[in-house]
């Protein structure tokens, strides 16, 4: 059974930082592009940011581009995103996803976690 897991979401005030980790069993993690999208409320889940299988390969949304950095950890099976210079429409839930090649759309992702809230604050 497919298992995603994300932590570290929180308060954060505009301009801080966090870390969110996703943690993946279940499924060769190796074999698996990872990818971290968004909702907030009222609007639609968004794609964030995506690495390839062996992280060589990365792309963010231009709205987090050059402040969020994704990153993975094959020994650990987990994904990172490090959210840095935050901004209040950062405000979301936060959902790692799970494909076997890289994708940009929700309905590409098969395997999904439960998200983690990130809320930041004026």
């Known amino acids: 059974q497919v298992q995603l897991v994300e932590s570290g979401g929180g308060l954060v005030q505009a301009g801080g930082s966090l870390r969110l980790s996703c943690a993946a069993s279940?499924?060769?993690?190796?074999?698996?592009?990872m990818a971290w999208f968004r909702q907030a409320p009222g609007k639609e889940r968004e794609f964030v940011a995506v690495?390839?299988?062996?992280?060589?390969?990365?792309n963010y949304a231009n709205s987090v581009k050059g402040r969020f950095t994704i990153s993975r950890d094959t020994i650990k099976s987990t994904m990172y995103l490090q959210m840095n210079s935050l901004k209040p429409e950062d405000t979301a839930v936060y959902y790692c996803?799970?494909?076997?090649?890289?994708?940009?759309?929700?309905?590409?992702?098969?395997?999904w976690g439960q998200g983690t809230q990130v809320t930041v604050s004026l």
């Open positions: 690495i390839g299988r062996s992280g060589a390969i990365t």
């Open positions: 279940g499924l060769a993690f190796s074999s698996y592009a």
């Open positions: 996803a799970a494909a076997l090649g890289i994708r940009y759309y929700p309905n590409e992702y098969g395997h």
